[in-house]
């Protein structure tokens, strides 16, 4: 299959006053033409973080201490601002939480989606308002010709986070980014949008990275799953396997906190994150997991292929499931 | 094709209104604050006055007499005239010219620059903010009269001179104030977005930075006009400004004070009209400050 994107080993820390946090610890996966990835966990888990490093967006105190993010091959991270520049926006499109904060209040957001295209192509923006139009109808804003020139406050919060889509993929990019694209919204315009989503990623034959806290959501839209915690992969796998055979104490943890379509009592995980400045020594879930042993608590698991997903617990030995349930 | 384009041309001309339509709300906003409303009329007299010297004065300001000299305000001279004979209506409206045209003008320049260094600092931070900053605080350390007459006993007297003098003292000011304008601007997600859509920084600057940061501008540079009014006038009052016989105000006064305790209008009248010009453009800043910052309508009225 085709790896648009490869991230190696990546590394991404925060250096603060009272020592550094360790967002992004060692992650490496890679993103398959077409393939929706959806990125599950908990807030500080280093979902975001690693959204914002692929779209080139830490800045101090944060850096990337090591690793590779490979787009097509490229290595991003030893572009220069001049070679990012020509890429993001045009084949890296980003879609970020809040849609009230990411538009230019002094502008018309006609002009803003105008400008993005512009951005690419050269020109002044008042050349491309009959494309932004177009774009604006293709992100499905009712009278997009008349929403051309209203201000951003003249707009909802689904209609704001329409317009940033359209701004995101206004060149057609090959990877979207879409962190938490619904999580500011009502809940009744949140599928709306996740659906619009999908089907723009469709048309456009772009790949997908979906960051949210929303495991349920992501076991209806992704192709794959990635498990977050406290700046590790824990599990990444099919949504068929995590759905039906969730293997890392945490994933289950997620998910019964959250499941629904049973009557079963909402359990919530005991704990909160650790520090990501002193992780603990082992396994980082440990403090927190109910089946946690010694080995846990002492040795850092690493990601293993397991029952067709890859996790990284001591509870599960290579090719087999010997966890205790 | 045809139809379309026609149709896209209503778009635009749309957005015109829309802006021309804020713009409206925005002087709504202005004439709701009489003192501020005020004080515009009052500048727009001044400037007119200065403006109709270029074609007619009552007398002609230079010419002197000494047989009518110090003579107290009458009906041929409104004003009374000066040490010399002439007339102190015509000097005010000749020299006009002089005190609010320099204003003006190193207004313009020192908010040029300012703007553009604070906006550099506040958008690259880093050393590039460092050394902006420090020359700044050096600038800003000298007192305000102080720097501007040792700039003036440098360059020469004149009126470029005075300009530049005027300048360079104020811009220190503009650039701090974007600056810290600018520090929060740059954390706005809309920055981030426009980074994202692939925009050069100088775009993202002049577009995007520039366009917030002008209310703040605008409002500083009503305010510093009344300053450089009187900065004007001091340095011409202590004879570093515009050389006599060019009927600057301030200079209008250093010609008259020997006379203050005998015929006190001489120095008396030209200190009003700089006193009101500076008042006025005080005020006028407060009531722009208002009209443009929509958190602060009616609070400052209250209070």
Request: charged letters at 20%.
């Amino acid at each position: 299959m085709n790896i648009v994107l490869d991230v190696r080993n990546l590394k991404v820390y925060y250096e603060l006053g009272n020592g550094v946090v360790k967002a992004v610890d060692n992650v490496s996966f890679q993103l398959y033409k077409g393939e929706v990835l959806g990125i599950a966990g908990e807030s500080g888990s280093g979902k975001s973080t690693l959204g914002q490093a692929i779209a080139g967006l830490i800045r101090p105190p944060g850096r990337i201490v090591g690793g590779q993010i490979l787009f097509k091959g490229k290595n991003l991270l030893e572009l220069r601002e001049s070679e990012w520049r020509k890429i993001r926006g045009k084949e890296i499109g980003v879609i970020f939480q809040d849609p009230n904060s990411y538009l230019n209040p002094v502008y018309t957001v006609g002009f803003q989606v105008a400008e993005a295209v512009e951005a690419h192509n050269g020109g002044s923006p008042k050349h491309y308002i009959h494309k932004a139009i177009e774009l604006l109808k293709m992100v499905r804003i009712a009278d997009a010709p008349r929403r051309a020139i209203n201000y951003p406050f003249q707009l909802s919060g689904g209609m704001k986070q329409r317009v940033l889509t359209s701004i995101a993929i206004a060149n057609k990019p090959e990877l979207i980014i879409a962190d938490e694209p619904t999580s500011a919204l009502d809940v009744t315009v949140q599928a709306e949008v996740v659906e619009l989503l999908l089907e723009l990623k469709k048309e456009l034959g772009s790949s997908m990275i979906f960051i949210t806290h929303d495991l349920p959501l992501l076991l209806e839209i992704a192709d794959r799953i990635m498990v977050m915690y406290a700046g590790k992969i824990v599990e990444l796998g099919s949504p068929h396997h995590i759905r039906n055979n969730p293997l890392h104490p945490y994933t289950r943890g997620l998910l019964e906190s959250v499941r629904y379509e049973r009557k079963a009592k909402l359990k919530s995980i005991p704990g909160s994150i650790p520090s990501l400045i002193s992780p603990p020594p082992g396994c980082r879930f440990a403090p927190r997991c109910p089946f946690a042993n010694e080995k846990c608590r002492k040795i850092e698991p690493s990601l293993r292929q397991v029952d067709g997903r890859l996790v990284a617990c001591h509870l599960f030995n290579e090719g087999g499931n010997d966890g205790q349930r | 094709m045809e139809l379309a384009n026609t149709r896209y041309n209503n778009v635009l001309s749309q957005i015109k209104q829309e802006k021309t339509k804020r713009r409206r709300e925005l002087l709504e906003a202005l004439r709701k604050n009489k003192w501020a409303l005020a004080s515009l009329y009052i500048i727009i007299a001044l400037c007119a006055m200065s403006l109709v010297s270029f074609i007619y004065t009552p007398y002609n300001p230079f010419q002197f007499n000494l047989a009518i000299a110090r003579q107290p305000p009458s009906l041929s001279h409104p004003l009374g005239t000066d040490e010399l004979g002439r007339d102190i209506l015509s000097r005010i409206m000749y020299g006009g010219r002089y005190t609010l045209g320099i204003s003006f003008i190193s207004v313009t320049l020192g908010a040029l620059i300012g703007v553009a260094l604070g906006i550099l600092a506040g958008y690259y931070g880093g050393k590039v903010d460092t050394v902006i900053m420090r020359i700044v605080d050096i600038m800003l350390a000298f007192p305000t009269i102080l720097l501007a007459i040792a700039l003036v006993a440098a360059v020469g007297q004149g009126v470029k001179s005075l300009i530049l003098a005027i300048s360079i003292t104020t811009f220190p000011v503009y650039a701090r104030l974007v600056r810290g304008t600018v520090l929060q601007i740059v954390n706005e997600d809309y920055i981030t977005a426009a980074k994202l859509i692939g925009l050069s920084s100088y775009k993202i600057m002049v577009k995007h930075v520039l366009p917030n940061t002008m209310s703040v501008i605008i409002v500083q540079m009503s305010y510093y006009m009344g300053l450089s009014i009187l900065l004007a006038s001091a340095l011409g009052f202590l004879g570093l400004g515009v050389p006599p016989p060019k009927p600057e105000w301030g200079t209008m006064i250093g010609g008259g004070r020997t006379y203050f305790f005998s015929t006190p209008h001489i120095v008396v009248i030209p200190g009003i009209f700089i006193f009101i010009t500076s008042l006025a453009f005080n005020l006028l800043g407060d009531g722009l400050r208002e009209a443009l910052d929509p958190k602060l309508r009616g609070l400052l009225r209250r209070g």
